[in-house]
């Protein structure tokens, strides 16, 4: 058995921009440094750790020796994949060259007040470089014209938060499992599913569809933990149009106050589980919808002028970004009924096995267990 501690961690290292901020009145602080990023890199086995200190600067790990580190330049803003906000990254293929089908990193991050010159990103695919004497990430691509993330605008990040719960990869695409207001504007919250086409290094192709988890007029809107797996037999005759063996993703959601996403126990909690075909589905609508001139961009990503421009293409090949439209909202709703509701308690953690058992952690400590 190997082990690295990886905090707590001194307060220069972990609040002060390496070059931009002095703060020796809280040298030698300790800090906590609570891991958002444990991913592995299955190219050449490493752990990559990124915390809540440091501005969220990564570590990469040898597997199987954990032990054995070699920290990453905090003063590259690519190597800030963690912080102090809600954090989702794992490693996934991307499918144009020179990647060819081997694994980056695909990372979501909330703002959390940083410097605009030590912020990275909002969504983006980053690759793990290795040299002699260090590691670092960089963006997968980073030219003139094309640039493998899509990023909030600068006048939204502190008005319009979204928080990342989950991350997966299924048939080519990458997706991000968020909880945001509805618009600008309103004060009800949401999940939603984000995704990119894995062939596409410019995130033109990224889309935004709403879920909803809902039973007997109660809607369950705060997604709180995700979980891909595959439908056993028994599942599969539950559910129209899906098969032993297809993909289903599985969202455990609570409710949250209208004007909050702070969730609480006595609200409940509930599991709804839904087929990742009429998600695909759902996305090709959405996409097909912008096309008509029917649907629209979002806002937060693409300025006030965010209606989808009518356009004569093909949407199969508008699924990986065509330039025209981007950044697609979908409001057609990806709806579910919930298998099982938890009254009373606030599940945090849900994994799933082909048995349709489902196990789900709740915020006291204790697990529950359902099938």
């Not at 990193?105 to 983006?124: K, M, N, Q």
């Not at 939204?156 to 499992?177: P, T």
Request: aromatic fraction near 10%.
């Amino acid at each position: 058995m190997f082990e690295y501690a990886t905090g707590p961690a001194s307060a220069a290292a972990a609040d002060c921009a390496p070059d931009a901020i002095a703060c020796d009145d809280r040298k030698g602080v300790p800090v906590d440094n609570v891991n958002k990023v444990l991913a592995i890199d299955g190219n050449a086995s490493v752990l990559l750790a990124c915390g809540s200190a440091g501005l969220g600067v990564c570590t990469a790990h040898h597997l199987p020796n954990v032990s054995h580190a070699r920290a990453m330049d905090a003063a590259h803003v690519p190597n800030l994949v963690g912080g102090a906000g809600s954090v989702v990254a794992f490693f996934a293929p991307a499918a144009y060259p020179p990647y060819d089908g081997r694994d980056v990193l695909y990372a979501g991050a909330t703002y959390d007040d940083r410097a605009e010159e030590r912020l990275p990103a909002t969504v983006s695919s980053r690759q793990l470089r290795y040299g002699d004497e260090s590691i670092r990430l960089d963006y997968a691509v980073d030219k003139a014209t094309t640039l493998s993330y899509i990023d909030m605008l600068g006048e939204y990040r502190a008005s319009y938060e979204i928080l990342y719960v989950y991350g997966f990869s299924n048939k080519n695409f990458s997706y991000f499992l968020t909880v945001q207001r509805v618009n600008l504007t309103s004060d009800i919250f949401e999940s939603r599913l984000a995704r990119v086409c894995q062939n596409d290094p410019t995130y033109f192709s990224y889309t935004e569809v709403p879920l909803e988890c809902k039973r007997n007029g109660i809607d369950y809107q705060v997604a709180q933990a995700g979980f891909l797996g595959k439908a056993g037999v028994v599942l599969a005759r539950d559910m129209p149009g899906v098969r032993a063996g297809d993909a289903i993703l599985t969202i455990v959601f609570a409710r949250s106050e209208q004007g909050s996403a702070v969730v609480a126990p006595q609200y409940g909690s509930a599991v709804c589980v839904f087929s990742l075909a009429e998600v695909e589905q759902k996305f090709y609508d959405a996409v097909q919808d912008c096309y008509l001139g029917a649907g629209a961009m979002l806002h937060w990503f693409v300025g006030s002028q965010s209606r989808c421009t009518r356009a004569d293409v093909d949407i199969e090949e508008a699924m990986c970004g065509s330039g025209l439209n981007y950044a697609i909202e979908g409001r057609d709703l990806i709806s579910a009924n919930p298998d099982v509701v938890f009254a009373n308690e606030l599940v945090t953690a849900v994994a799933t096995m082909v048995q349709r058992q489902t196990h789900g952690g709740v915020l006291d400590g204790h697990r529950r267990h359902y099938q």
